[in-house]
């Protein structure tokens, strides 16, 4: 049974939550938006997820950034300042008692439209901000056993198709990625880029380690994930050699440990991709090292 890189614990409280729409904080099962919102007829927004620890947003500062960027590009107001929206951020988080073990979803849409057509001169007022924060911890297992990942037919576009940058809403492209994989019976689906190297996961940053380097792919076709920047960054301050580079599925079958990150996960070892086995389908101490050196990392830059 796949168990995904979003595989989590069920808490029983956050059938109680309260959401954020445009200001006003409601219920779960009152929370909604208008059929007629470009979010919903066209996927036309962009997202974070972010992480909450002892009361702070982890790395927030750069998914903010990320979400204002995402806007920018594609023309949408954000209706706020970034500190506007970090305290709405965190004024939900206490609403719901919040602290720790928190995922928060932040989703901007370029709002409401008159009727349904794609040019933006058909919308009206501003644009849709929601806030869903949920308790929500990655499963032990999924933080030890490891993944199996299949290469996937989809590959990652060219920038000028839709860049890979673009956090947006619309995630099409991944969701077929992740069907394939889903049904070839794998967890998550690997992505190649448009010249046939290594990219990126439907949802998380790819890694290998071989002959104790760590290689990720060039930041060309992936998005430019903050928890990616932050494994590279710790493995430089750790004298770990790491580069950003092209590298084949050959390279891949033959690597010594792999690993994928994710703002939810942080970092999750892979045990197989396409039938081949990775370090005999166990965690590698590179995997385990950068694990114990993320945590670290986290709890002393977001301390109580």
């Known amino acids: 049974m796949p168990i995904g890189t979003h595989d989590y614990m069920d808490d029983e409280r956050n059938n109680n939550i309260l959401i954020y729409i445009n200001g006003e904080l409601l219920p779960r099962s009152e929370a909604k938006i208008s059929v007629f919102d470009s979010g919903f007829l066209l996927g036309d927004g962009v997202w974070e997820g972010i992480r909450l620890h002892n009361g702070k947003l982890v790395f927030g500062k750069d998914h903010l950034e990320r979400l204002s ?4 590009a594609l023309d949408i107001e954000l209706g706020m300042s970034l500190s506007k929206i970090e305290a709405a951020v965190l004024d939900t988080t206490k ?10 979803r932040l989703i901007l849409t370029r709002g409401l439209k008159k009727t349904p057509f794609q040019h933006p001169s058909a919308n009206v007022g501003d644009s849709t901000l929601v806030i869903i924060p949920e308790f929500k911890i990655a499963s032990d297992e999924s933080k030890t056993k490891g993944l199996r990942l299949f290469t996937v037919h989809v590959h990652r576009s060219y920038p000028d198709i839709q860049d890979p940058k673009l956090n947006s809403l619309s995630k099409l492209n991944c969701i077929i990625a992740c069907i394939q994989a889903d049904k070839a ?15 990126t996961c439907n949802s998380t940053n790819f890694f290998i380690v071989k002959k104790n380097e760590v290689w990720t792919s060039t930041p060309n076709y992936c998005l430019n994930g903050v928890t990616r920047g932050n494994i590279i960054r710790l493995c430089r301050e750790n004298n770990i050699p790491v580069y950003e580079k ?22 999750i070892p892979v045990k197989e991709v396409d039938g081949r086995i990775i370090n005999n389908g166990k965690r590698g101490e590179i995997t385990q090292k950068l694990q114990n050196l993320y945590s670290e990392l986290i709890d002393n830059e977001f301390p109580p």
């Open 246 to 267: 092209d590298f084949s599925l050959m390279e891949v079958y033959s690597a010594d440990e792999s690993f994928v990150t994710g703002t939810f996960a942080g970092v």
């Open 185 to 199: 019976g794998y967890d998550e689906a690997l992505m190649l880029d448009p010249h046939g190297f290594v990219s």
């Open 95 to 104: 609403a719901n008692s919040m602290t720790s073990g928190v995922h928060i």
């Open 69 to 72: 960027d995402g806007a920018k």
